[in-house]
């Protein structure tokens, strides 16, 4: 997403349509309760909107690209099993535990957070796999491109309850999780780092 139109950098949260760009969306929801978002101005609902929040990491590239900075957390049980889940906001696919990370907030504490706030789970470890730059990465708030630092955590108690961004919690092997339908950088980071998430989370 390149921010081709009249957008405001002032330190102010602003969001816009994504098709007419007006300050007019309205979050709505369809009879799954999943999110959309609805623009008064020009009509149109959209999986998305363009979000440019002063909470989160961002910053626009010499380009025009429209960046995010993101942590996910791979949860691994005993077994050698993810948690995954299904996301019920746009991107609507299977994901880990994982979020945009806050202004002036270190990559290991956003994952920590995201964890406890969208499956309730306490870490006790926390081990970086890798940090990649991953284009195509598409999210609710309209960047396509993500800093993405995938992390890797041992859990012990499997009770999971999903919050409202997510729904349908299962416990996955990453070939089985390869088959379904993932976010994208969940897939990037399988890919690339298959090795390093089958080995003994410290």
């Keep these: 997403m390149r921010l081709d139109f009249a957008w405001s950098d002032d330190g102010v949260y602003h969001q816009y349509c994504l098709r007419c760009h007006a300050e007019a969306v309205q979050r709505t929801y369809d009879d799954e ?13 959209a999986e998305r909107s363009i979000v440019l929040d002063p909470a989160i990491t961002w910053w626009v590239a010499p380009d025009g ?11 691994r049980n005993p077994s050698g099993q993810f948690l995954f889940y299904e ?10 535990p994982s979020g945009h990370v806050d202004t002036g907030e270190q990559p290991a504490a956003s994952a920590a ?17 890798g940090t990649d730059d991953v284009l195509g990465d598409s999210c609710r708030r309209g960047a396509d491109a993500h800093r993405w630092h995938a992390f890797l955590a041992p859990v012990v108690d499997l009770t999971v309850e999903v919050a409202e961004e997510g729904r349908r919690p299962l416990w996955l092997t990453l070939d089985e999780a390869a088959a ?6 969940v897939r990037h980071a399988i890919s690339l780092y298959r090795h ?7």
Aim: some cysteine; overall charge neutral; glycine content about 8%.
């Design 33 to 45: 309760g999943r999110t959309f978002y609805q623009c008064a101005a020009c009509g149109q609902t």
């Design 65 to 75: 690209e429209y960046w995010h900075e993101s942590s996910g957390v791979f949860l």
């Design 87 to 96: 996301r019920t906001i746009f991107p609507f696919a299977l994901t880990v």
């Design 113 to 129: 957070r995201e964890v406890k706030e969208e499956v309730g789970i306490a870490l006790t470890g926390l081990t970086l796999i």
């Design 180 to 185: 379904r339908d993932l976010t994208v950088p």
């Design 196 to 202: 390093q998430l089958q080995q003994t989370a410290r």
